[in-house]
């Protein structure tokens, strides 16, 4: 069993990519049990390739994946839930036909022994997919679609959660509903591996945080070091960062 504080991803040397054009070269990471960890970087770095791989939706060309351990490189996806990994992408990531309960069921395909225990979780954290559960999830909003999404991923019991862009194209209220979630998830002892747009919002959640350029690690460490880490702040965070959507440096942190 997975303790908190024991290395439950690795990731040694990961070379990835599409065609015959690699995206991610030689990368490496590590999340802990009890974790959040983000990964930001500038467009076009290699995050979403790079978690796409971890999620086994492309083979990489190069390196190692463990969790706990076991090496799972290659691993298709649907063997990898049963190993405790869940991945909500940025997009088509409900069922647009289904209902909410019917999405939330799918989720737990891979094991349906506590399916009414994690429904009423669920609904606990979101209480809107409760009043709408019998609604399909065609007519909902950008915002409790994500919410759907990660709902459902929740629905296999993880060990670890892997959410790419979540707030992606979503009002900052909702943004911020989003984001308050995914704390108190992580406080419940769920560790969660995090892509995200908002690098200032993302490295103060976060226990550590990678940053990705061209497709390399450029920098690690923990979240709160990186926000005020000159190199950082000056490349990726400062008014003349690369990072969409993140607000102008200062000495506040929201």
């Keep these: 069993m997975t303790r908190v504080g024991d290395t439950l991803l690795e990731v040694d040397g990961l070379r990835a990519g599409y065609t015959d054009v690699d995206v991610v070269h030689e990368v490496s990471l590590r999340v802990n049990a009890g974790e959040v960890v983000c990964i930001i970087g ?25 969790i706990d351990g076991i090496d799972v490189t290659g691993t298709r996806p649907h ?25 939330l069921e799918m989720g737990a395909f891979a094991d349906r022994q506590y399916m009414s225990e994690r429904l009423d979780s669920v609904y606990r954290w979101f209480t809107m997919l409760g009043a709408r559960r019998r609604t399909r999830a065609a007519t909902l909003s950008g915002g409790q679609r994500q919410m759907l999404a990660l709902g459902r991923a929740l629905m296999a019991g993880p060990k670890l959660l892997m959410l790419d862009e979540p707030s992606a194209g979503l009002a900052p209220t909702v943004v911020d509903d989003i984001f308050g979630t995914v704390a108190e998830i992580n406080a419940g002892g769920l560790a969660i591996l995090l892509v995200e747009q ?19 690690n450029r920098f690690e460490g923990p979240g709160r070091d990186l926000l005020i880490d000159p190199k950082v702040v000056d490349l990726y965070l400062g008014g003349g960062g690369r990072i969409e959507g993140a607000p102008p440096a200062g000495p506040d942190v929201p």
């Excluded at 467009?43 to 086994?56: D, H, Q, V």
Aim: glycine share 10%.
């Design 42 to 66: 500038p467009n076009g770095a290699g995050k979403s390739t790079l978690i796409k791989a971890i999620a086994g939706l492309l083979v990489p060309r190069a390196g190692a994946i463990r």
């Design 79 to 103: 063997r990898l839930v049963k190993l405790g990994l869940a991945y909500v992408p940025q997009l088509d990531n409900v069922f647009p036909n289904l209902t909410v309960q019917e999405n």
């Design 198 to 216: 908002n690098a200032r919002r993302a490295l103060a959640m976060s226990h550590r945080g990678y940053v990705l350029d061209l497709g390399r």
